[in-house]
């Protein structure tokens, strides 16, 4: 840090950034290993050991002499070097520049040895057959499994990408971010000319903001009427034609994203705050929800996920679907009525929107919608995000998993989002372990 910039510290305080920029974020792989980016410690005037801890632990006592350690200087340093430090890094090496290709027979992939590719001719460990390496966009030789939000060649390693979302407004998001893969002319000017619209008392001031006479304040009257006339500003320029649809999502995405900045909620919006927050309080400013033009043309679904199983296949199926018995159409459904922008009857003291139930979301349907899911998922390896506080338990979900082919388990421990009140908690941990379920199906 420089100095000035952080109050009543002195010269020379330094600090640690970690930025993805849409590439790899060092962050949860260090976690997954087991490690942490930074360390506590206090040092015993005693005897002069360094005792450390990770950064949730007090540290109050020398574990070995048991001296009282309660009033000694806390100090920090980074933890990432560290054996934990090392297997990350060496991960996320692998997972972007590791050369691998496929077996041309099986279709099953493995990694390249240096042998190999000096020799431009691969092994396969399946069935032991030689073939040549090609390189270059036609040819066979592929580079990590994950790529940087450059722009550059190595984003067309992913050839297509499938995204699907029951909730429209996660719908308008992924037609963006996913969807849009080209770049868009003039998109700043478009921001700024929503930016000086008019304000309008419409859907959203009428119905969810507290001028109105609505009882309901999850935004200010300002930003309602100002939302108001930009969702109003966003279709009218649809309905005449004077935008195409892949503007018209990256529009919309962007106030999806800045009218949320500003909402009076403490996270969802199952409920309003009775007074405005702080952030609610400030003045809406569309920002554009940019995105990475890759140039590959990707599909994006607004459909139940077990209906459309049957009609897409692919190598790689990533499943996040919801853990509990919330559903996010209640908990979602301003977002999803500002990107619909129809109208309706709100209902009850949120205004509540007609909403599909997810049968992810109750113990009596949940078990058998997901085995039917993965029986007809016409993918070779599957990849199910979930936690230990899901309506699934781990053996649930190894048992289902099992039957279709090759299984197996990660998982890791997660600092808990609290975003109610302690005595309307349902679990009291103040962490959750994440499982990631992995199959390769037969």
């Not at 279709?107 to 270059?136: C, H, Q, W």
């Not at 009525?337 to 909403?355: C, H, N, Q, S, W």
Request: charged share 30%.
């Amino acid at each position: 840090f420089k100095p000035g910039e952080v109050p009543g510290k002195p010269m020379g305080q330094r600090g640690l950034y970690f930025m993805s920029s849409g590439g790899l974020c060092f962050n949860p792989m260090i976690w997954a290993a087991g490690g942490d980016l930074v360390k506590r410690y206090k040092v015993n005037p005693k005897t002069g050991k360094l005792i450390e801890s990770d950064k949730e632990t007090p540290i109050l006592k020398d574990p070995e002499t048991g001296d009282d350690l309660s009033k000694v200087k806390l100090h920090w340093k980074a933890g990432f070097d560290t054996s934990e430090g090392l297997a990350a890094l060496k991960f996320i090496h692998k997972l972007r520049w590791q050369k691998w290709t496929k077996d041309p027979k099986t279709r099953e992939p493995f990694d390249l040895t240096d042998e190999m590719l000096t020799n431009d001719e691969a092994v396969s460990p399946y069935t032991g057959n030689k073939f040549k390496l090609i390189e270059g966009s036609k040819g066979n030789i592929y580079t990590g499994v994950l790529f940087q939000s450059s722009g550059g060649e190595e984003d067309k390693n992913i050839k297509k990408v499938i995204a699907n979302d029951i909730e429209f407004y996660s719908y308008v998001l992924n037609k963006n971010y996913i969807g849009n893969c080209k770049p868009i002319k003039n998109k700043e000017q478009y921001i700024d000319e929503l930016n000086n619209v008019t304000p309008a008392e419409g859907f959203i001031y009428k119905n969810y903001c507290l001028g109105s006479g609505s009882g309901r304040q999850y935004f200010s009257d300002k930003n309602g009427k100002k939302i108001d006339a930009i969702r109003q500003e966003i279709e009218n320029r649809k309905e005449e034609e004077t935008i195409n649809n892949n503007l018209y999502y990256f529009l919309l995405a962007s106030l999806l994203e800045n009218a949320d900045k500003v909402a009076n909620t403490a996270s969802v919006y199952g409920a309003f705050l009775k007074h405005l927050k702080k952030t609610a309080q400030k003045e809406l400013i569309l920002k554009p929800a940019n995105f990475t033009a890759t140039g590959n043309e990707h599909q994006v679904f607004n459909a139940d996920s077990n209906t459309l199983i049957k009609q897409i296949e692919g190598d790689i199926l990533y499943l996040d679907p919801p853990y509990n018995a919330r559903q996010y159409g209640a908990n979602y459904h301003l977002l999803n009525t500002l990107a619909k922008y129809d109208r309706f009857v709100p209902k009850g003291k949120t205004g509540l929107r007609e909403y599909r139930k997810s049968q992810y979301c109750s113990k009596l349907s949940v078990n058998k919608s997901f085995e039917e899911l993965i029986k007809n998922a016409h993918f070779k390896y599957i990849f199910l995000s979930y936690n230990n506080e899901g309506l699934m338990s781990v053996d649930n979900v190894k048992t289902i998993m099992s039957k279709y082919g090759k299984y197996d388990l990660i998982s890791t421990n997660y600092q808990r989002f609290r975003a109610d009140k302690e005595k309307n908690r349902n679990h009291k941990a103040n962490k959750t372990e994440e499982y990631l379920h992995i199959l390769e199906k037969n």
